[in-house]
């Protein structure tokens, strides 16, 4: 709980007071100035339970971000015994594979560029 909201209802609780006394005693000043606190202490309250909602919402996202982070790295793991796995069974299959990899990115990155003719400047 927030200290603004137990400050909040702290103010809401002496307005409410003063104005009863104010309304009692028949003077419109002090029930006028026990409701201006009344107010401020309802405003205050108010602010306070945003700021929890806010602390309540910042923790709930922290803890989807670490159960995603732990969910991804649970796969990962799976993902990498799974791949070892495989490796350790077909060694010849994993190294024709890693090799046609390889040469696939090898000829993307070395691609000649794409010859200009007097189209490409008068087209």
């Not at 971000?65 to 010849?92: C, F, H, M, W």
């Not at 090799?99 to 696939?104: L, N, R, S, V």
């Not at 993307?108 to 560029?113: E, F, H, Y």
Request: hydrophobic share 40%.
């Amino acid at each position: 709980m927030d200290k603004d909201r137990i400050a909040g209802a702290a103010k809401d609780i002496a307005g409410k007071a003063e104005s009863a006394f104010g309304r009692v005693t028949d003077d419109a000043s002090t029930e006028a100035s026990g409701r201006a606190r009344e107010a401020a202490g309802t405003v205050q309250n108010a602010f306070g339970q945003a700021k929890d909602a806010a602390r309540d919402m910042g923790n709930a996202a922290s803890s989807y971000a670490q159960d995603a982070i732990e969910t991804g790295n649970e796969y990962y793991r799976e993902g990498s015994a799974a791949v070892a796995s495989k490796v350790k069974e077909q060694p010849l299959t994993a190294l024709l594979a890693a090799g046609a990899i390889g040469f696939t990115l090898g000829v993307l990155m070395t691609r000649q560029p794409r010859r200009r003719t007097l189209r490409d400047y008068y087209g």
